[in-house]
């Protein structure tokens, strides 16, 4: 059974930088797919990119390319999601993601099966 | 980028009632189409994956259609736990997108 724990909430100053941390286990960090979505106070999800982390690949969504850095540790099968230049429009819940890819008899199953508890980052001066 | 749509964004409906919430994509996303159910304060569940599957464990009264770029979610019964709000989400290409979500409260 996978399990993602996040780390917890942040209060950062217009500006700053937070960084988000997802503790894997039960699976071996290189065969996910690791994603990051994030949610403001009453509105609805937001994609923020990908992180491969058995080749390293990235993929951000363009709202955030130059602000958000995925990572990984895999010593400690942790990732890691940096977001700079924090706006009090970036104070939302952020989760880590784990993206399944099945393909079988045609049909092909592409889904965000395991989310992490969210993390709640608040941007205020 | 591939832009998802849902409407209503809201319903009121009673326990009982059918259901059914739509999502529209700004191009063809052939069946890569998946809907969420969340409630406040948690993670998003996956209810129907590829359209029209059903998630393991998901109560049949659920169920999806369409393809290419028209989809629906459908709810058969309403039950009081299924008051949540739900989204669209296309696993066509990156970047992945969500829909704005659609509300089902109680009447």
């Known amino acids: 059974q996978v399990q993602l724990v996040q780390s917890g909430a942040e209060v950062k100053k217009p500006g700053a930088s937070v960084k988000v941390s997802c503790k894997v286990s039960g699976y071996t960090l290189t065969e996910l797919s690791m994603h990051w979505v994030r949610q403001a106070p009453g509105k609805g999800l937001e994609w923020m990119g990908r992180?491969?982390?058995?080749?390293?690949?990235?993929f951000y969504a363009q709202k955030f390319q130059g602000r958000v850095t995925m990572t990984e540790d895999t010593s400690t099968d942790t990732v890691y999601m940096e977001l700079g230049s924090l706006r009090s429009e970036d104070t939302a819940v952020y989760f880590c993601t784990t993206e399944n890819r099945d393909c079988t008899n045609g049909v092909c199953r592409i889904i965000f099966d395991y989310w992490g508890q969210g993390t709640l980052v608040t941007v205020s001066s | 980028d591939i832009q998802m749509t849902q409407s209503p964004s809201s319903l009121s409906a009673s326990v009982g009632d059918r259901v059914t919430i739509t999502c529209r994509a700004s191009?063809?996303?052939?069946?890569?189409l998946n809907w969420y159910q969340q409630k406040p304060g948690k993670a998003p569940k996956i209810l129907i994956y590829a359209a029209s599957g059903l998630q393991s464990g998901v109560p049949s009264r659920f169920s999806g259609s369409g393809s290419g770029t028209d989809f629906t979610l459908t709810i058969s019964s309403l039950q009081p736990e299924d008051f949540a709000t739900y989204y669209c989400?296309?696993?066509?290409?990156?970047?992945?997108?969500f829909g704005q979500g659609t509300k089902v409260e109680i009447k």
């Open positions: 992180f491969d982390p058995e080749d390293g690949e990235t």
């Open positions: 989400q296309q696993s066509y290409s990156s970047p992945r997108a």
């Open positions: 191009q063809s996303i052939s069946n890569y």
